[in-house]
């Protein structure tokens, strides 16, 4: 029998970090298929809480965080280069609107209810990192959740509501009661804290040693990281 295995993955889908992540995860999970039924939950995190409801212009708000334009072209270069190895095509010159994610998160919750919340939050990464879709938009981010397998009516009444709201902001307060402070971080069984953007030999290090209490971290954005 397989054993059991739940992780909650804390991520917000603006983070770069939570998208390399994501995929360095997957490919650990890929090897331990034969041994561990997996369930993944994704939990909201907002790197930018204050964004503007229309987003704001990308690369100015990048180039404000990051102080230059030097340090601009370094940071997206070295996140670009990482994700290439891990199979990803970012294209940050693509994407020109920074949106705020609260009402991604609400359909993240929303896909969650309806049982194919990883392939939402995979359609989601893709469309702002590697497709430049402006997620800022209601019709876009409709667009992303029917394209990736929701039902178009259902999401369609779904985000005409304001149901899920709640949950995603008291999922965000329970985040911020553990101690959170930036994302990626993945909790494994309710019980084995990992942090940041860990190697796939690292995951699956920590999954076969799943019984042992270890601290482990990594590269992650946070709501004061000036560099993603």
């Known amino acids: 029998m397989k054993q059991q295995i739940e992780i909650e993955v804390v991520s917000d889908i603006v983070c770069p970090w939570c998208y390399i992540g994501k995929r360095r995860l997957e490919k650990a999970l890929d090897q331990l ?13 907002e790197l930018n809480p204050d964004m503007p409801v229309e987003g704001t212009n ?9 102080g230059s334009e030097q340090r601009y072209q370094q940071l997206i270069g070295t996140v670009t280069n990482v994700a290439k190895e891990e199979g990803l095509a970012f294209d940050y010159d693509l994407q020109t609107i920074s949106p705020n994610t609260r009402e991604v998160h609400r359909i993240l ?6 049982g194919i919340q990883p392939a939402i939050e995979e359609a989601f990464m ?18 992303v959740g ?6 178009r009516n259902k999401l369609v009444s779904f985000i005409n509501s304001d149901k899920g709201m709640l949950e995603v902001v008291a999922a965000e307060n329970i985040n911020k ?11 494994i ?7 940041g953007a860990q190697s796939s030999e690292t995951f699956l290090k920590i999954l ?9 971290n990594g590269e992650t954005c946070d709501t004061e990281n000036k560099d993603c």
């Open 208 to 216: 076969i040693e799943i019984g042992q209490e270890s601290s482990f």
């Open 126 to 143: 893709k469309a702002y990192f590697e497709d430049g879709i402006d997620l800022s938009r209601k019709e876009n981010r409709i667009l």
């Open 33 to 45: 298929k034969d041994q561990y039924d997996v369930k993944l939950n994704f939990s909201p995190f």
């Open 189 to 195: 069984n309710n019980t084995h804290g990992v942090s």
């Open 146 to 151: 029917i394209e990736a397998g929701l039902d």
């Open 177 to 187: 009661q553990r101690g959170i402070s930036g994302v990626p971080f993945y909790i």
């Open 109 to 114: 919750w929303f896909a969650g209810q309806e």
């Open 58 to 66: 990308q690369k100015e708000y990048l180039l404000s965080k990051f």
